[in-house]
Every structure is written in structure tokens, then in C-alpha cells.
């Protein structure tokens, strides 16, 4: 099976992160992978680096790789538009964001253009359910996958650094100011960051899944996130992390409590890892994906 990948991203967030996982994982399946990426975006360089197969993503280039490969599969809603149009090989959406779906003709000729979505959480699903982006039925679930880190052994409390997102990173620590008893590390590195963290906060109004914490989870590190999303399926409160409210007092308190009670919170990050290790591995979200190829390939 060939597959073209298409994601016209400007950074290197969750979301890229996790294309240049699934090509690895699929490679290791046998699935011919061709990335497309933004000409100046950091994914292209990355994808370099890792010795894949990737090229600027163009109209001419979509154009003729479009009608050479099984499938097109669309990481981002650029690309997503940009397939559309372009037409092809079956078109396989991922939709990783909870946003609301737009309900110009535009939009909805776009969604309806895709043989399938591949959406990053059950929330993500009903969203696109409930805003008539597609029925339930062209809708498959399928979770982010991180690889397993080593546990951290620091006490470091880290946060996602600022990526422009208004709704994540620096927009949402004022939290930290306003205590001033909690110094807060903000990351732009979280595989490195994470080998010293104590406690990984992630605070967000509206959040798809949440890689970012799942690769915290990954090495053991407690988690504290906004009770928001798809964070709900990965998160059970007091059992492998908590879930809070977004407001100072309540974001702090959990910070608090953890920090105070070391055992528990050593117990928590133990058990965020054996949730990643049973619930989101690279090679389940491997496996899954290519169902879905498959499905719309027969």
C-alpha cells in the first residue's frame, strides 16, 4: 500500500509530532510512505532528519502524487481543503482538534469529500457527529500513539511552552504568577524536559486528546490537566492523574497536593504509564490506521 501524507503546519506541535510516528510505525508495517509538508515549516526539516520520504507540499506536487499513491491522508484542515480539491486516491481526514464545524457550503463540500475521518478522541467524534461533518458510521477513533520515555527521577514542575496557540502555553500559566510559590518550567523540548519533571501541568479550554500530557504519562510523570476534552479519556481523576478546573486556586491546589504527598504522586505517574503502555502505543495507533486504509481501499 502507498499512502501520501499531507500537513501544511507552521510549527512542530502534537499533531506533527505524531505524523512522523505514524510514517515510522507504518514503514515498519510495509506501508510506502510519501510526506508533503509545509516548503519552511520545522516538519519538513524533521522529516529530512529521519530519513523519510518528503517533499514540499505544492499544487503541482499534490497534483500528480495524488493519482500515484492508495490513499491520501490529511493531517491538518489545510491540507485537508488542499486534497479536496485536488482529488484522487480516497481521502482520510484526521481531525484532532474540538473545535466547531464550520457551516458554510464551503466547508461542508470539504467534509464531504472524505471517504473517512480519523478523529483523535471520542469528543472529537460527537463534534464532528453533532456538527454534521460527517455520520457516525465515517468516523473512526483512534488515539494517539507516544512511545514509552524512562521514568523521570526529577521534581521539576513543566508546562508546554508558548506555541501560539491562545489557548495553551504561556496564555494560560498566568496561574503561576498569581501564586508566585511554584516555579514553573515551560518547554519547548518535552522528550528532554521530561526526564527531570516532578509534575506536568496542561491547561487548555479546548483540547482534542492531548499528546502532550499522554508522552508525560509516558515517563511516569504526574499529570495535572483542565478537566476539558478529550483529556477526559485519558485522564481518571485521582487514579493516573487529575483533572481540574481552569482557575488558580484549583490548578494550584492539585500542584500542592502532590508536591506534599510524594508517594501518591510517584503512584499516579505509575499508573499514567501503564495506561499509555495498555491504551496508547505507537503500534495500536499503527494497527488502527491501517484499517482504516484498508476500509477505504476495498
Given at each position: 500500500m502507498r499512502v501520501l501524507h499531507l500537513d501544511a503546519g507552521k510549527e512542530?506541535?502534537?499533531?506533527?509530532?505524531?505524523?512522523?510516528?505514524?510514517?515510522?510505525?507504518?514503514?515498519?508495517?510495509?506501508?510506502?510512505?510519501?510526506?508533503?509538508?509545509?516548503?519552511?515549516?520545522?516538519?519538513?526539516?524533521?522529516?529530512?532528519r529521519r530519513r523519510l520520504r518528503v517533499t514540499a507540499l505544492t499544487w503541482p506536487h499534490l497534483a500528480v502524487l495524488a493519482r500515484r499513491h492508495d490513499v491520501v491522508h490529511a493531517h491538518d484542515a489545510r491540507s485537508h481543503t488542499m486534497a479536496a480539491v485536488a482529488g484522487g486516491a480516497p481521502l482520510v481526514v484526521a481531525r484532532r482538534v474540538a473545535f466547531g464545524v464550520r457551516a458554510g457550503m464551503g466547508s461542508r463540500w470539504k467534509y464531504w469529500r472524505a471517504s473517512r475521518f480519523v478523529a483523535v478522541s471520542e469528543h472529537v467524534k460527537q463534534v464532528l457527529v453533532e456538527g454534521g461533518a460527517a455520520p457516525a458510521g465515517k468516523v473512526a477513533v483512534v488515539y494517539d500513539g507516544v512511545p514509552l520515555l524512562p521514568p523521570s527521577q526529577g521534581t521539576r514542575i513543566v508546562a508546554p511552552a508558548d506555541i501560539g496557540d491562545p489557548l495553551k502555553g504561556y496564555a494560560m500559566a498566568d496561574w503561576a504568577a498569581e501564586l508566585g510559590e511554584f516555579p514553573l518550567y515551560m518547554s519547548d523540548n518535552l522528550e528532554e524536559d521530561l526526564r527531570t519533571a516532578g509534575v506536568f501541568?496542561?491547561?487548555?479550554?479546548?483540547?482534542?486528546?492531548?499528546?502532550?500530557?499522554?508522552?508525560?504519562?509516558?515517563?511516569?510523570?504526574?499529570?495535572?490537566?483542565?478537566?476539558?476534552?478529550?483529556?477526559?479519556?485519558?485522564?481518571?481523576?485521582?487514579?493516573?492523574?487529575?483533572?481540574?478546573?481552569?482557575?488558580?486556586?484549583?490548578?494550584?491546589?492539585?500542584?500542592?497536593?502532590?508536591?506534599?504527598?510524594?508517594?501518591?504522586?510517584?503512584?499516579?505517574?505509575?499508573?499514567?504509564?501503564?495506561?499509555?503502555?495498555?491504551?496508547?502505543?505507537?503500534?495500536?495507533?499503527?494497527?488502527?490506521?491501517?484499517?482504516?486504509?484498508?476500509?477505504?481501499?476495498?
Open positions: 512542530m506541535r502534537g499533531g506533527q509530532w505524531q505524523v512522523l510516528r505514524l510514517i515510522e510505525g507504518l514503514s515498519a508495517e510495509g506501508v510506502e510512505s510519501t510526506l508533503l509538508a509545509r516548503r519552511d515549516g520545522p516538519l519538513l526539516e524533521a522529516a529530512r501541568v496542561y491547561i487548555t479550554y479546548s483540547e482534542g486528546l492531548g499528546s502532550a500530557v499522554l508522552l508525560a504519562m509516558s515517563a511516569a510523570v504526574p499529570v495535572v490537566a483542565s478537566n476539558e476534552g478529550g483529556l477526559k479519556e485519558v485522564i481518571e481523576h485521582r487514579v493516573n492523574g487529575l483533572l481540574v478546573e481552569n482557575s488558580p486556586y484549583a490548578i494550584g491546589e492539585a500542584v500542592r497536593e502532590l508536591i506534599a504527598n510524594p508517594e501518591w504522586a510517584r503512584s499516579l505517574g505509575q499508573a499514567a504509564r501503564r495506561t499509555v503502555s495498555e491504551r496508547f502505543t505507537v503500534d495500536r495507533m499503527v494497527r488502527e490506521t491501517m484499517e482504516v486504509y484498508r476500509q477505504v481501499t476495498s
